[in-house]
């Protein structure tokens, strides 16, 4: 199929886990693609995993600054833009006590900060009609312990699904946002554990999903194309748990 044939695709955090799998199946569905990273292995094995006709962006979803300088590039190489999906994110796991405001501040910078801005720079530029995709989590409706600011960013993005549907579906600009459980990405081994401890992690996490398992970012990439394409155009301010029935316990 040809979904998104014709249409100019951004993807923030393309280079592994679900931002890498989008890419390739927006590929597939006929879709011109840029995507951004920020570590420059995984921006070489993206380009190589992707080809050569997709855009690969050195940039910090963090840094305000860089995201005007990413709207730029997007507007040379592009002119428009057809479907933004915001994935760049950080998951930062400690207990109350032990967050410091370096760490507080990260967070929201990448998860919230980061995407808004690049959304206010992108806004001349978005075609109509342009969707946006928003990847939130399961995390902005259940009480994890240890995930209260990754949880408050991810409800934060959710709000914002919500509130600028209301603002920019005027303009033809609709927004929508899925909210993966637990994915088999390498974001979880970005935690600073050991093995064993990412393990034991990992059965905790498991044993909370009624579906048993794990997600892949497969799975998760078909539902994006779903609210990239025009096959959504009647889906605005909306949310698609991917969860394993997670968040219904």
Excluded at 17 to 26: D, N, S
Excluded at 183 to 200: A, F, H, I, M, R
């Amino acid at each position: 199929m040809e979904r998104l044939k014709g249409k100019r695709a951004l993807i923030t955090g393309g280079t592994t886990g679900i931002g890498l799998a989008t890419a390739q199946e927006f590929l597939r569905e006929g879709a011109r693609v840029a995507i951004t990273g920020t570590n420059p292995e995984t921006l070489v094995s993206a380009r190589s995993a992707l080809g050569k006709d997709v855009l690969v962006i050195s940039s910090d979803a963090s840094d305000v600054g860089e995201q005007a300088e990413l709207a730029k590039t997007i507007h040379n190489e592009f002119d428009q833009l057809d479907v933004l999906f915001i994935n760049a994110g950080i998951v930062d796991m400690r207990p109350l006590e032990q967050w410091d405001e370096a760490g507080f501040d990260r967070s929201i910078s990448v998860n919230f900060k980061g995407p808004f801005f690049l959304i206010q720079a992108l806004l001349p530029w978005f075609a109509d009609p342009a969707s946006i995709v928003l990847n939130t989590s399961v995390n902005a409706h259940i009480g994890m312990p240890n995930t209260s600011i990754y949880g408050a960013t991810k409800a934060a993005l959710l709000s914002l699904a919500r509130t600028l549907s209301g603002e920019l579906i005027s303009r033809g600009i609709r927004l929508n946002a899925v909210s993966p459980g637990p994915v088999t990405t390498p974001l979880y081994g970005k935690l600073g554990l050991t093995e064993d401890q990412l393990k034991s992690v990992a059965a905790s996490i498991q044993s909370q999903v009624p579906a048993g398992r794990f997600g892949n970012a497969a799975e998760i990439a078909k539902a994006i194309v779903f609210f990239a394409s025009d096959e959504a155009a009647y889906a605005v301010g909306s949310e698609l748990l991917i969860d394993g029935g997670m968040g219904n316990i």
